[in-house]
């Protein structure tokens, strides 16, 4: 029992009708081109929309098939199949071109999305690992001698040079260069910084 062909779809006796129509088609005759799209967009619709499962981008692919087919009209070679195979074959492959392009879009969205996830993680990570290393400069800085720590402070968090840092502490500038560097030796120990 044979099944009737869907509506739009030519029958295997319009096989040589629409090669010759795709011959006219091919010397830019537009009402050929006509009779091929009432032909064959069925055809083609019906293809795109099983791969790609949303009707307005079959649509949108369908369009495309047809253009294709347009384009293409005298590269169709009847010695390689029937008109309906190759623009069957054409709109298949456009369509799992539509669907792999839309799987891409969809993966570079979830890196960016993981990526902006990480970014944020990151930034949370680096706040804590700040906290925990201010606290260990704070713990290192009480292990110094008073003069010690009070040159330090001055200088690398107030931005004072030694010249400045011995006139605050009213100290000789020898002594505070000499408190100062005794004082990073002990915070580079304290912190356990290489030499």
Known sequence: MTRPLPSGVPGPGARG?????????????????????????PLVFGIVL???????????????????????AARYEPAAGSVTTW????????AVDRVRSAQAASDRERAQAAREHATAFD????????RLESERV???????????????????????????????????????KTRMRDGLIRLRDCMGVPS
Do not use: N
């Not at 930034?123 to 700040?130: D, L, N, R």
């Not at 009070?150 to 500038?173: D, E, F, H, I, W």
């Open 17 to 41: 009708d629409l090669a010759d129509v795709m011959r006219q088609v091919a010397r830019g005759d537009k009402h050929a081109f006509t009779t091929l799209y009432d032909a064959l967009a």
């Open 50 to 72: 099983r791969v790609v499962r949303d009707r307005a981008q079959t649509e949108e692919v369908t369009q495309e098939v047809m253009i294709d087919l347009w384009r293409q």
């Open 87 to 94: 623009a069957a074959t054409i709109a298949h492959r456009r």
């Open 123 to 130: 930034e949370v990570a680096e706040q804590v690992e700040t």
């Open 138 to 176: 704070r713990r290192c800085l009480r292990g110094l001698t008073e003069l010690q720590r009070q040159a330090v402070t001055l200088a690398y968090y107030r931005g004072l040079t030694y010249r400045q840092v011995a006139q605050s502490l009213q100290t000789p500038l020898p002594t505070v």
